[in-house]
Protein backbone atom coordinates (compact mmCIF):
# COMPACT_ATOMS: atom_id res chain seq x y z
CA UNK A 1 0.00 0.00 0.00
CA UNK A 2 1.31 3.60 -0.63
CA UNK A 3 1.81 5.64 1.91
CA UNK A 4 0.61 9.19 1.20
CA UNK A 5 2.01 12.16 3.31
CA UNK A 6 -0.38 14.39 5.52
CA UNK A 7 0.46 17.25 3.33
CA UNK A 8 0.17 15.51 -0.51
CA UNK A 9 1.98 18.49 -1.42
CA UNK A 10 5.03 18.81 0.66
CA UNK A 11 6.82 16.71 -1.39
CA UNK A 12 5.70 17.86 -4.54
CA UNK A 13 6.55 20.66 -6.59
CA UNK A 14 2.81 22.09 -6.75
CA UNK A 15 2.36 25.07 -4.49
CA UNK A 16 -0.36 25.15 -2.21
CA UNK A 17 -2.11 28.49 -3.43
CA UNK A 18 -2.26 27.04 -7.01
CA UNK A 19 -5.68 26.80 -8.73
CA UNK A 20 -5.73 25.34 -12.09
CA UNK A 21 -7.33 26.08 -15.11
CA UNK A 22 -8.23 25.18 -18.63
CA UNK A 23 -6.52 26.43 -21.71
CA UNK A 24 -7.56 25.72 -25.30
CA UNK A 25 -5.79 23.86 -28.14
CA UNK A 26 -6.35 25.38 -31.48
CA UNK A 27 -5.23 23.67 -34.78
CA UNK A 28 -4.23 26.20 -37.00
CA UNK A 29 -3.32 24.62 -40.59
CA UNK A 30 -3.03 27.99 -42.44
CA UNK A 31 -0.15 28.50 -40.58
CA UNK A 32 1.46 25.18 -40.59
CA UNK A 33 5.61 25.84 -41.81
CA UNK A 34 5.72 23.83 -45.08
CA UNK A 35 9.34 23.25 -45.54
CA UNK A 36 10.57 22.36 -49.25
CA UNK A 37 10.84 18.53 -47.65
CA UNK A 38 9.56 18.64 -44.02
CA UNK A 39 6.06 20.05 -42.76
CA UNK A 40 4.80 21.12 -39.16
CA UNK A 41 1.81 21.46 -38.24
CA UNK A 42 0.92 24.92 -36.30
CA UNK A 43 -0.87 24.64 -33.06
CA UNK A 44 -1.82 27.52 -30.27
CA UNK A 45 -1.84 27.29 -26.74
CA UNK A 46 -3.57 29.90 -24.37
CA UNK A 47 -7.01 30.62 -22.16
CA UNK A 48 -9.95 30.86 -23.79
CA UNK A 49 -10.40 34.77 -23.93
CA UNK A 50 -7.16 35.18 -24.60
CA UNK A 51 -5.53 35.74 -28.50
CA UNK A 52 -2.32 35.82 -29.92
CA UNK A 53 -1.81 38.49 -32.29
CA UNK A 54 -1.27 38.24 -35.76
CA UNK A 55 1.92 40.32 -35.75
CA UNK A 56 2.95 37.92 -33.05
CA UNK A 57 2.04 34.44 -34.52
CA UNK A 58 3.52 35.53 -38.20
CA UNK A 59 7.01 36.74 -36.27
CA UNK A 60 7.28 33.53 -34.89
CA UNK A 61 6.74 31.89 -38.00
CA UNK A 62 9.27 33.52 -40.03
CA UNK A 63 11.72 33.51 -36.99
CA UNK A 64 11.49 29.45 -37.39
CA UNK A 65 11.91 29.95 -41.20
CA UNK A 66 15.07 31.85 -40.44
CA UNK A 67 16.46 29.21 -37.97
CA UNK A 68 16.05 26.44 -40.52
CA UNK A 69 17.52 28.44 -43.51
CA UNK A 70 20.62 29.72 -41.39
CA UNK A 71 21.04 26.08 -39.97
CA UNK A 72 19.96 26.92 -36.32
CA UNK A 73 17.05 24.59 -36.65
CA UNK A 74 17.82 21.09 -38.27
CA UNK A 75 14.25 20.65 -39.64
CA UNK A 76 14.15 21.21 -43.32
CA UNK A 77 13.38 17.29 -44.13
CA UNK A 78 10.96 16.38 -40.99
CA UNK A 79 7.54 15.74 -40.51
CA UNK A 80 5.99 17.19 -36.86
CA UNK A 81 4.27 20.14 -34.98
CA UNK A 82 5.35 23.39 -33.57
CA UNK A 83 3.12 24.36 -30.47
CA UNK A 84 3.12 28.26 -29.63
CA UNK A 85 2.16 28.56 -25.99
CA UNK A 86 0.70 32.32 -24.67
CA UNK A 87 1.82 31.77 -21.22
CA UNK A 88 -0.10 34.82 -19.02
CA UNK A 89 -0.08 38.35 -21.08
CA UNK A 90 2.81 38.27 -23.19
CA UNK A 91 5.14 35.49 -22.37
CA UNK A 92 5.08 32.76 -25.28
CA UNK A 93 6.87 29.38 -25.50
CA UNK A 94 6.92 28.49 -29.14
CA UNK A 95 7.57 24.07 -28.96
CA UNK A 96 9.19 22.64 -32.48
CA UNK A 97 8.82 18.89 -31.83
CA UNK A 98 9.68 16.46 -34.90
CA UNK A 99 9.72 12.91 -35.44
CA UNK A 100 12.92 10.97 -35.78
CA UNK A 101 14.45 7.75 -35.56
CA UNK A 102 11.38 6.25 -36.71
CA UNK A 103 9.35 6.51 -33.29
CA UNK A 104 11.24 9.47 -31.40
CA UNK A 105 10.26 12.96 -30.95
CA UNK A 106 12.67 15.50 -30.56
CA UNK A 107 12.23 18.63 -29.32
CA UNK A 108 14.39 22.37 -29.79
CA UNK A 109 12.23 24.77 -27.32
CA UNK A 110 12.54 28.97 -27.60
CA UNK A 111 10.89 31.70 -25.58
CA UNK A 112 9.97 35.39 -25.97
CA UNK A 113 9.35 37.59 -23.01
CA UNK A 114 7.38 40.97 -23.73
CA UNK A 115 9.36 42.65 -26.57
CA UNK A 116 12.54 40.71 -26.06
CA UNK A 117 13.18 38.60 -29.48
CA UNK A 118 12.36 34.72 -29.32
CA UNK A 119 15.56 32.87 -28.01
CA UNK A 120 16.58 29.33 -27.51
CA UNK A 121 15.62 27.93 -24.45
CA UNK A 122 19.00 26.46 -23.13
CA UNK A 123 18.24 25.46 -19.31
CA UNK A 124 19.97 22.64 -17.02
CA UNK A 125 20.25 18.71 -18.08
CA UNK A 126 16.96 18.26 -16.28
CA UNK A 127 14.50 20.85 -17.63
CA UNK A 128 10.89 21.49 -18.63
CA UNK A 129 9.41 19.59 -21.17
CA UNK A 130 5.64 19.94 -21.98
CA UNK A 131 3.54 21.33 -19.41
CA UNK A 132 0.04 19.63 -18.75
CA UNK A 133 -1.96 22.14 -21.35
CA UNK A 134 0.65 21.47 -23.91
CA UNK A 135 0.54 17.61 -23.27
CA UNK A 136 -2.99 17.26 -24.80
CA UNK A 137 -1.15 18.16 -28.35
CA UNK A 138 1.53 15.68 -27.42
CA UNK A 139 -0.82 12.81 -26.58
CA UNK A 140 -3.07 13.73 -30.17
CA UNK A 141 0.43 13.58 -32.15
CA UNK A 142 1.66 10.63 -30.21
CA UNK A 143 -1.37 8.48 -31.05
CA UNK A 144 -1.57 9.60 -34.82
CA UNK A 145 2.55 9.10 -35.24
CA UNK A 146 1.50 5.71 -34.77
CA UNK A 147 -1.55 5.32 -36.75
CA UNK A 148 0.73 6.25 -39.00
CA UNK A 149 4.21 3.95 -38.27
CA UNK A 150 1.33 0.96 -38.31
CA UNK A 151 0.33 2.11 -41.65
CA UNK A 152 1.54 1.68 -45.21
CA UNK A 153 3.80 4.74 -44.55
CA UNK A 154 2.83 6.31 -48.29
CA UNK A 155 1.83 9.17 -49.27
CA UNK A 156 -1.62 9.04 -48.49
CA UNK A 157 -0.84 7.93 -44.99
CA UNK A 158 1.93 11.20 -44.80
CA UNK A 159 -1.38 13.63 -45.72
CA UNK A 160 -3.75 11.80 -43.25
CA UNK A 161 -1.31 12.20 -39.94
CA UNK A 162 -0.77 16.47 -41.69
CA UNK A 163 -4.54 16.30 -42.10
CA UNK A 164 -5.56 15.13 -38.67
CA UNK A 165 -5.29 17.96 -35.69
CA UNK A 166 -6.34 18.52 -32.43
CA UNK A 167 -8.47 21.16 -31.17
CA UNK A 168 -10.76 21.42 -27.69
CA UNK A 169 -9.74 22.29 -23.83
CA UNK A 170 -6.80 21.18 -22.29
Known amino acids: MTTIPANPTANTSVQADYRHYPKEALALPASD ?28 HAFLLDEVASGGLAVADDIGFVIHHLCGESFYFLIVSSWRN ?34 GIVMHEQQRWS ?19 FTGTV
Open 102 to 135: NNEMWQTLYYKDGDAPLARFTDGPHRSINCVWEM
Open 147 to 165: RFLYSARDEAALAAYLDDR
Open 33 to 60: LVLPVGHLKWYEVREAEAVIPDATREQA
